[in-house]
């Protein structure tokens, strides 16, 4: 059923620096409409890794991927911004006063700023070439951690050597019966300090570590059994298994957004840094979608820029009236 939505702002992306840009805009007292392909708010931190933990929030030494989502909504809650999940946006057109957004169902959203904190954009697991893999998908093969307790005393390959592999050999080494870490290589791309912990853990006996390895097979009787690996020293092997977990990353995807007109580079928007502005009037990039000279990919730096954002977003919508911004610890957060 098609619906109707007037608003100020249109954020396409219900990840974390997306409901933040909601909070930026409703101290400026603009409404915001947030639109999400996922049935849930929170994106990668909600559909991938909802209980990993983040350590770089500022002031957070520790939270859960999933508190974070939490405390962001109840930030935002005083604005009231209303949601449309569970569609994809397949199109942008320009009418005479605002932006119509217009989503898989029928949704047209009109604002007269459009946000994109569309994270990666679409994105799939990037999966290894091994035997039987399709077989085993759901059936002992998975792509993301979403609840740790599902591999509690049980006999786990992590396959890769980025973050995510090395911080969930980390945090499962406790959790899991058993945890074999494979990589290609024999050094990794993480953090140095993960990789500095997950060697640790290999010297103390509580993972095993088996570098400049491929996997070659997945094995079993209608559900995983046994994974089989080679390295570049020795014949192949079949390693007991109750899950294999391959972590090679996320492959981005724009989707509809490369038809939009906007300027790309290498699979993102090129913005304007002093607003993160695209080349398109009105139409701002802020997270991991957009890309500048010097962008760092983290939460935090996300923050900064929706808080950027949403000053030019106001002088955008608002262009005859002046803008007065406050601390929020002078003027407290206003509501609607």
Request: net charge negative; hydrophobic share 40%.
């Amino acid at each position: 059923m098609s619906s109707t939505i007037h608003t100020d702002i249109c954020v396409i992306g219900a990840g974390p620096v997306g409901l933040f840009s909601v909070f930026e805009a409703g101290l400026l007292k603009m409404r915001c409409h947030v639109v999400d392909v996922l049935p849930q708010v929170g994106g990668q931190l909600t559909e991938i890794y909802p209980k990993k933990p983040i350590y770089d929030i500022p002031g957070l030494p520790e939270i859960k991927a999933f508190e974070l989502i939490a405390n962001l909504m109840k930030q935002i809650g005083p604005f009231h911004p209303t949601f449309t999940l569970g569609e994809k946006v397949i199109e942008v057109q320009r009418d005479e006063n605002s932006w119509v957004v217009t989503t898989s169902d029928e949704t047209n959203i009109h604002a007269k700023v459009i946000v994109i904190a569309a994270g990666l954009g679409c994105f799939e697991p990037r999966k290894p070439e091994i035997e039987n893999l399709e077989k085993f998908e759901g059936r002992g093969i998975v792509y993301m951690v979403k609840d740790p307790e599902l591999f509690r005393d049980k006999r786990l390959i992590i396959a890769g050597g980025g973050d995510s592999a090395l911080d969930w050999t980390i945090h499962l080494a406790d959790i899991a019966e058993s945890i074999t870490l494979i990589h290609r290589n024999d050094s990794f791309r993480g953090a140095p300090d993960s990789a500095e912990k997950v060697h640790t853990l290999a010297k103390e006996g509580r993972i095993d570590l088996i570098l400049n390895a491929s996997l070659l097979e997945a094995k079993g009787n209608g559900v995983l059994k046994s994974v089989t690996y080679k390295t570049t020293s020795e014949t192949s092997r079949d390693l007991t298994a109750d899950y294999l977990i391959p972590l090679f990353g996320l492959s981005p995807k724009l989707g509809p957004i490369a038809d939009w007109g906007l300027q790309l580079h290498k699979n993102a928007i090129a913005v304007n840094t002093f607003d993160y502005s695209t080349n398109v009037p009105g139409i701002f990039a802020i997270g991991d979608i957009n890309t500048y000279p010097g962008k760092l990919k983290l939460i935090l730096s996300g923050f900064h820029e929706a808080a950027l954002m949403s000053q030019s977003a106001f002088r955008y919508v608002y262009p005859d009236q002046k803008l007065s911004f406050k601390y929020t610890t002078v003027n407290g957060i206003p509501s609607f």
